[in-house]
């Protein structure tokens, strides 16, 4: 998958894995990051323009209950980009945590929203908001989540 060039700003996330060759398998092959370095105890993967390091380690942290509190993820700027990974992670049979959904429907707040686990319980998050400006705006609603 073709990234956009370089934002002025990068975002970085560090997440644990118990498996290299699972985390390439679902990351590279399934959702189509790209490969930087690689050793053999870490990953540093383009999360779509962004840096996702994975971190081997024997001991990961237990599955949560939920989306809450500890998730990740990308906010699509377009339908139809949402709509294109929606569609590769279908085909690629990847594990949904939450399928495809609207949150919030009618409210400023609405949104296209759906979540995946990876094979060591890390939930990614990929959405879409019908009013852009309710990525940071909105402010007058309390509402956030689904709690």
């Known amino acids: 998958m073709t990234t956009n060039p370089t934002p002025p700003v990068l975002f970085h996330l560090a997440i644990p894995i118990a498996d290299m060759a699972q ?18 105890l870490a990953l540093i993967l383009n999360f779509f323009g962004h840096q996702v390091v994975t971190h081997f380690t024997p001991d990961l942290p ?12 990308l906010i699509f700027t377009t ?27 009618g409210l400023i707040t609405e949104h296209r929203t759906f979540f995946l686990a990876d094979p060591f319980h890390n939930l990614i998050e990929f959405k879409f908001y019908s009013h852009p ?5 909105g402010r007058e609603l309390a509402q956030v989540g689904d709690r």
């Open 23 to 40: 985390a390439k398998e679902f990351y590279i092959h399934g959702l189509g990051c790209e490969l930087g370095r690689e050793s053999r």
């Open 62 to 73: 237990p599955p949560q209950k939920g989306i809450y509190p500890r998730h990740f993820g």
């Open 79 to 105: 339908l139809e980009d949402w709509q294109r990974i929606l569609a590769r992670a279908k085909s690629q049979g990847l594990n949904f945590y939450e399928p495809e959904k609207l949150r919030f429907p």
């Open 133 to 137: 400006e309710a990525i940071f705006g």
